[in-house]
Structure formats: structure tokens, C-alpha cells
């Protein structure tokens, strides 16, 4: 059984910091690219960042670049997302994602507010 379970969502203030971080389960993890999707308020759900199967290749938004980075610990099933200078517009809940023919999969997701 797939499971996919964010962490370190929360509130911070403008030019803040986050890590989040992805748990996955129940399948072969360190085979699959894994991406970082976001939903902000009222808006459709978008890529933020991925990274291949050995961390070699990584793409971002170009909202984010410069300021996010993902990374992977294929040890640990763990994906990561280092979010720096954080502004208002990055409040949404951010999601962990994997392609498996021939579905997606998603984790529940965890909020981040960006606020003063």
C-alpha cells in the first residue's frame, strides 16, 4: 500500500524558512522521480519542484527558482523541500507526488501561510 505523508508545513513570516518532508511507503522508492506539487487559495494545483529517480536532474517552477530546492534520501524514502525566502504568494498546501503507471499518487498534503 502506497503512502505518501508530509511534514513541516506551518505559518512563518515573509523572507522565512521551511523544510518540508515526504515519508513514503509501499513501494520501490528510490526508482521514481518524486515531485512537489502546491494548490494555493482559489488557484489550481502546480508542479513546484522534482528530481529524478538518483537526485542527478531537478526542475522547478519558475516562481520558485532560487529560493526552493528539493533533494532525496533514497536511504531513508524520504523527499525533502527547502523552501527559503519564503513570500505571501507560496501560501498553499503542498503535496508529495510519484507517477506509477498509470496512475498519480498523493499525499495529504501540508499547509504553508506565509504571513506577518
Known amino acids: 500500500q502506497v503512502q505518501l505523508v508530509e511534514s513541516g508545513g506551518g505559518l512563518v513570516q515573509p523572507g522565512g524558512s521551511l523544510q518540508l518532508s515526504c515519508a513514503a511507503s509501499?513501494?520501490?522508492?528510490?526508482?521514481?522521480?518524486m515531485s512537489w506539487y502546491r494548490q494555493g487559495p482559489g488557484k489550481e494545483r502546480e508542479l513546484v519542484a522534482r528530481?529524478?529517480?538518483?537526485?542527478?536532474?531537478?526542475n522547478y517552477a519558475d516562481s520558485v527558482k532560487g529560493r526552493f530546492a528539493i533533494s532525496r534520501d533514497n536511504a531513508k524514502n524520504r523527499v525533502y523541500l527547502q523552501m527559503n525566502n519564503l513570500k505571501p504568494e507560496d501560501t498553499a498546501v503542498y503535496y508529495c507526488?510519484?507517477?506509477?503507471?498509470?496512475?498519480?499518487?498523493w499525499g495529504q498534503g501540508t499547509q504553508v501561510t506565509v504571513s506577518s
Open positions: 528530481i529524478s529517480s538518483d537526485s542527478r536532474n531537478t
Open positions: 507526488s510519484y507517477y506509477q503507471p498509470p496512475r498519480d499518487y
Open positions: 509501499g513501494f520501490s522508492f528510490s526508482t521514481y522521480a
